[in-house]
């Protein structure tokens, strides 16, 4: 509870400041357990389950250590990541890797959530460790966002209002099928690829990105 309200409190004193970034955690890393997400030493996102992207938090701006740790432990730490600058943006802070015992890697992305004002903006992020890159497209086999690299997000791609149906292929493979997204003019989103056919936990995570 009290890192929780301290989590609060550094919340608040960055609106006021007026120095502060926008961020938000995931978990993508399939056999990794529920996480706590720390930064600087205070817990900020708690019992995250796999699959998991959270809430925009604000933050002041600066350097951040990031750990991440099984939900309710203190050591062992899953992820350890040192001197990450966040400043004067929206970002967002993804464990990727297969997990627990196998590498999780961090991986900070910056989110441009200024929509397009007669279409929905979109991109992808390749968090799936079976796979080099991935590429988005049509049902037709028209490349729209290609060759993301794992632990890497695509460009903002500025989809027409009726492309609601996509693919994800690995060369020429279809790996998943992403049907009726309900794709929104003006909106902001990512699609996460996350899991391992190995595994059978392949799939994705649709969100819309706003504060």
Avoid: W
């Avoid at 708690?46 to 925009?56: E, I």
């Amino acid at each position: 509870m009290k890192s929780a309200l301290f989590a609060v409190l550094i919340a608040l004193l960055a609106c006021q400041a007026g120095l502060a970034a926008n961020i938000r955690a995931s978990h993508l890393a399939p056999r990794a357990p529920t996480v706590d997400v720390y930064l600087n030493g205070v817990k900020t996102f708690a019992n995250l389950p796999f699959r998991t992207v959270t809430d925009y938090l604000r933050v002041p701006d600066g350097d951040y250590n990031i750990t991440v740790f099984a939900a309710g432990e203190t050591s062992n730490p899953i992820l350890v990541a040192k001197d990450v600058m966040l400043e004067n943006g929206n970002f967002t802070i993804t464990a990727a890797g297969f997990g627990p015992t196998k590498s999780v890697n961090p991986v900070v992305l910056r989110d441009d959530l200024q929509p397009l004002r007669d279409r929905p903006k979109l991109r992808l992020v390749n968090a799936a460790p079976d796979y080099n890159e991935l590429t988005l497209c049509t049902p037709a086999g028209t490349d729209v966002l290609p060759e993301v690299g794992f632990k890497s997000a695509s460009q903002y791609f500025g989809t027409l209002p009726l492309l609601q149906d996509f693919d994800v292929r690995f060369g020429r493979a279809s790996l998943l099928r992403l049907r009726d997204l309900h794709l929104k003019a003006g909106r902001v989103y990512t699609i996460f690829v996350v899991g391992s056919k190995t595994d059978n936990t392949l799939n994705y995570v649709l969100t819309e990105d706003k504060l």
